[in-house]
T-cell receptor, first 112, second 112 residues
């Protein structure tokens, strides 16, 4: 999907477990984003990055961490999974100046 | 970024034009209007964007009023595959970050 690959596609976690959601792009975009989408709702921004080594918080960052060591990869980490983090997670690239964003296919995460 | 208001749902007959409205009465002069759609629970798909002039591409047309306080996305010949949630987003074209605020969108149902 527009050069954005997210893995895994589905995952079930137990409360308190940790995991990393992977996002890789082959479009050489500096800007990358992580959003979450709860059922029936719009997307909410968790974290974003404007380049390797630079990250910043979005609207709902609590419970998550990110890193950006390369242009291609922008992983999202959940340290202590909670049921409130059950959601669909989307990675996006682009958005420089007036250019649009392009989204991956998402990771569906359930925490039980 | 300016707030947008969209109707929660709309129906359209297959083969007819679908006209999806968006109100952005507090838009500022350097904010663009973007439209995305989300089919089932796939990642949002970029459709079109504009600043003040009307725009057209292979997917749709975007009509922005002269005062820029509202816009309409037009799908000229809707098909069943156009059934989706459509999001209208307003944001500044910035070199800082292309963060987008997604509301709840309009659920368009195309009926045979």
């Amino acid at each position: 999907n527009a050069g954005v690959t997210q893995t895994p596609k589905f995952r079930i976690l137990k409360i308190g477990q940790s995991m990393t959601l992977q996002c890789t792009q082959d479009m050489n975009h500096n800007y990358m984003y992580w959003y979450r989408q709860d059922p029936g709702m719009g997307l909410k921004l968790i974290y974003y990055s404007v380049g390797a080594g630079i990250t910043d918080k979005g609207e709902v960052p609590n419970g998550y961490n990110v890193s950006r060591s390369t242009t291609e990869d922008f992983p999202l980490r959940l340290e202590l999974a909670a049921p409130s983090q059950t959601s669909v997670y989307f990675c996006a690239i682009g958005g420089y100046s007036n250019q649009p964003q392009h989204f991956g296919d998402g990771t569906r995460l359930s925490i039980l | 970024d300016a707030k947008t208001t969209q109707p929660p749902s709309m129906d359209c007959a297959e083969g007819r034009a679908a006209n999806l409205p968006c109100n952005h009465s507090t838009i500022s002069g350097n904010e663009y209007v973007y439209w995305y759609r989300q089919i089932h629970s796939q990642g949002p798909q970029y459709i079109i964007h504009g600043l003040k002039n009307n725009e057209t591409n292979e997917m749709a047309s975007l009509i922005i009023t002269e005062d820029r306080k509202s816009s309409t996305l037009i799908l000229p010949h809707a098909t069943l595959r156009d059934t989706a949630v459509y999001y209208c987003i307003v944001r500044v074209a910035s070199t800082n970050a292309g963060k987008s605020t997604f509301g709840d969108g309009t659920t368009l149902t195309v009926k045979p």
